[in-house]
Nanobody, 123 residues
Framework: QVQLVESGGGLVQAGGSLRLSCAAS????????VGWFRQVPGKERDFVAA????????NYAESVKGRFTIFRDNAKNTVALQMNNLKPDDTAVYYC????????????????WGQGTQVTVSS
């Protein structure tokens, strides 16, 4: 089993920055990919960014490319999401997720979810 614990959400003005962190524990050797999804009440959960646990290769949703960066602190088994130039449309609950699949991370392949952290961007 793998446990994921997020931190770092909050309230920020449009144009500001936030950094989310996801601490992984347990059988982290079983992780293939780790990433972030977000969800607004009443809407489906959307993919934001992901990276391969070992190689570090990453991919992003088009809506966040050039503004968000996902990276890993190997020593701490922590994955962070640096969010810059935030927009009101980025307001959502952000979830850390991990899988054991060889395929790119997607909602259907997630094996482990964090509890979620709220990000609110005011205009």
């Amino acid at each position: 089993q793998v446990q994921l614990v997020e931190s770092g959400g909050g309230l920020v003005q449009a144009g500001g920055s936030l950094r989310l962190s996801c601490a992984a524990s347990g059988r982290t050797s079983s992780i293939s990919h780790v990433g972030w999804f977000r969800q607004v009440p009443g809407k489906e959960r959307d993919f934001v960014a992901a990276m391969a646990w070992n190689s570090g290769s990453s991919n992003y949703a088009e809506s966040v490319k050039g503004r968000f960066t996902i990276f890993r602190d190997n020593a701490k088994n922590t994955v962070a999401l640096q969010m810059n130039n935030l927009k009101p449309d980025d307001t959502a609950v952000y979830y850390c997720a991990a899988d054991r699949s060889a395929e790119p991370l997607r909602d259907a392949s997630v094996d482990y979810w964090g509890q979620g952290t709220q990000v609110t961007v005011s205009s």
